[in-house]
C-alpha cells in the first residue's frame, strides 16, 4: 500500500523544519483565527497585555512565519498566550503528538528533581538536574516559565514548567537541544555528578515514581474509583475524603449520600478532605458534597474539619477549598494553591482550522475571597521536600493527625 505524500508528511511529528510558503498562509489564516476568537470569546482578554500590544505582536508573529521553524512558532505562540496571564487562557499544545524525555520533573527549593521515569531510568529518581546539553537547569526553567500553560501564580509556574520542560521540540524550539533530539543531561545522585543521553519518545511509559502521599493507613469504606473514595480510622470517627480527581454531579451526590448515612451511623467527629493535587473540575460537584456533609450533625463542626491543599490544586478545586474554608468551617493544611481565589476561571476551548492545534479561554470572573492574594494560602503552611518524596513521608497529613490527637 503506498502513502500519498500529504499523508506522509502528516505523519512526520517533527516540528523543527522551518514554514515552507505554502504552511505561511495556512498559520497566517490560523493566527487570525486565534485573534478573532480570543477577543471574541474571552470574558476579559485584555486585563493585562493591551489590545494594541496583543495585536501588535500576532502582527508581527504573521510577519516572521518565514523566518521561523515550527517549533519555535509553537514557542512563540506559547509565550504571547502566556501574556495574557490568566489560568485558564493557554495554548496547550493538545493535539500536537510532541515528544518526551522519559522523565517527570518537580520543583524543590527552586531545583528540579525526577519524581517519575521509566523502568529503564528508575536510577534517576530523586535525581537533581543540573544541565541539559550546556544549559543550566536554572535557565532552563527560567525560559519555560515565561510560556508554559495554565500558570497563574508562581506555585503554578513551578508545576506547569516542571512538566514541560522534558517535551523535545519545546526543548529544540528555545535552542537547548539540536535537531536530531537526543540531548545530554546532567543530574546529581547524592553527591555524584551522572551524565546521561537521553531519547524522547511519544509513548513513555511511567512505572517507576516518587509520591508524598501516603494515605494507606484509611480503611476504605467506600470508592468510586483511586481518586474518589472515603475511609476511614480510629474505631469510624474519623474521616477521610479522597477527593483528588472530579466525576458528574449525580455520581458525587450518591458517594455524598452514602458518606453521610456512614458519618451518621458511627457518630464520627472529624473529618479531612484530601484536595491535594486535584487539577479541577466543575465547583459544583464539590458543594453538591458541602450540602451533604453540613447535614452531620456528630462533627466537630468547631474545630473537627480539615481541608488538604497543595501547590496543584488548581481552578475548580481551589474554589472549593475556599468554600470549605467558609461553609464547612475548614482549617486548610497544607502549602499555597496553584490558582488565584480571585480571577478567571470556566474554561472554553476552540481549535485552529489548519494546524488542529487547540486554544482555551477564560469565560468567567469569580471571587472566592475578599482579598486579592495571589493563592489561597493554608491556614497551617507545611512544605513538602524531596526527601518526603523518597521516603513516602507525609507530613502534612501527619499534623492533622497529630492534631487531632492519633500520633
Request: with cysteine.
Amino acid at each position: 500500500m503506498r502513502l500519498s505524500l500529504s499523508i506522509l508528511l502528516s505523519m512526520i511529528s517533527l516540528y523543527c523544519f522551518g514554514i515552507n510558503d505554502l504552511e505561511v498562509e495556512s498559520w497566517q489564516e490560523d493566527l487570525e483565527f486565534y485573534s478573532r476568537n480570543l477577543s471574541e470569546k474571552h470574558i476579559d482578554l485584555y486585563h493585562t497585555i493591551s489590545r494594541q500590544s496583543f495585536n501588535e505582536e500576532v502582527t508581527q508573529l504573521k510577519g516572521s512565519l518565514s523566518s521561523l521553524t515550527k517549533n519555535q512558532l509553537l514557542i512563540e505562540l506559547m509565550r504571547l498566550t502566556h501574556k495574557i496571564d490568566d489560568g485558564h487562557t493557554s495554548f496547550p499544545l493538545w493535539g500536537a503528538n510532541l515528544k518526551s524525555f522519559p522523565i517527570q520533573l518537580k520543583v524543590f527549593k527552586g531545583e528540579l528533581y525526577v519524581i517519575k521515569t521509566t523502568k529503564d531510568f528508575k536510577h534517576l529518581l530523586g535525581a537533581k538536574l543540573e544541565k541539559i546539553n550546556d544549559m543550566n537547569a536554572e535557565e532552563i526553567y527560567r525560559l519555560f516559565s515565561k510560556l508554559t500553560p495554565f500558570s497563574e501564580n508562581k506555585y503554578s509556574t513551578q508545576v506547569r514548567a516542571a512538566q514541560y520542560i522534558p517535551k523535545a521540540e519545546l526543548l529544540n524550539g528555545l535552542g537547548v537541544i539540536n535537531d536530531t533530539f537526543q540531548a545530554r543531561f546532567t543530574f546529581t545522585i547524592g553527591k555524584e555528578l551522572i551524565e546521561q543521553q537521553l531519547e524522547p519518545s511519544h509513548s513513555n511509559e511511567y512505572t517507576a515514581e516518587l509520591t508524598y502521599l501516603n494515605n494507606s493507613i484509611f480503611s476504605i469504606e467506600e470508592k468510586l474509583n483511586e481518586n474518589l473514595w472515603f475511609g476511614s480510622l480510629n474505631d469510624k470517627k474519623v474521616i477521610y475524603f479522597k477527593f483528588r480527581r472530579y466525576t458528574s454531579i449525580s455520581k458525587m451526590k450518591s458517594l455524598g449520600e452514602d458518606l453521610l448515612s456512614f458519618i451518621n451511623k458511627n457518630k464520627s467527629k472529624k473529618l479531612i478532605i484530601d484536595l491535594r493535587d486535584n487539577y479541577g473540575g466543575d465547583f459544583f460537584v464539590g458543594l453538591k458534597l458541602t450540602q451533604l456533609l453540613v447535614l452531620a450533625d456528630s462533627i466537630d463542626w468547631k474545630s473537627g474539619v480539615y481541608v488538604l491543599i497543595d501547590n496543584t490544586t488548581f481552578s475548580a478545586a481551589m474554589s472549593n477549598a475556599a468554600q470549605f474554608s467558609q461553609l464547612l468551617n475548614a482549617k486548610l493544611v497544607g502549602e499555597p494553591t496553584g490558582a488565584k481565589p480571585s480571577g478567571y476561571q470556566d474554561m472554553g476551548q476552540f481549535i485552529l482550522p489548519n494546524s488542529n492545534l487547540e486554544v482555551t479561554y477564560s469565560k468567567r470572573m469569580y471571587h472566592f475571597t475578599r482579598d486579592n492574594k495571589d493563592a489561597l494560602y493554608p491556614n497551617v503552611h507545611i512544605k513538602v521536600s524531596i526527601d518526603d518524596y523518597i521516603s513516602k513521608n507525609d507530613p502534612q497529613l501527619k499534623w492533622i493527625l497529630n492534631d487531632i490527637g492519633l500520633h
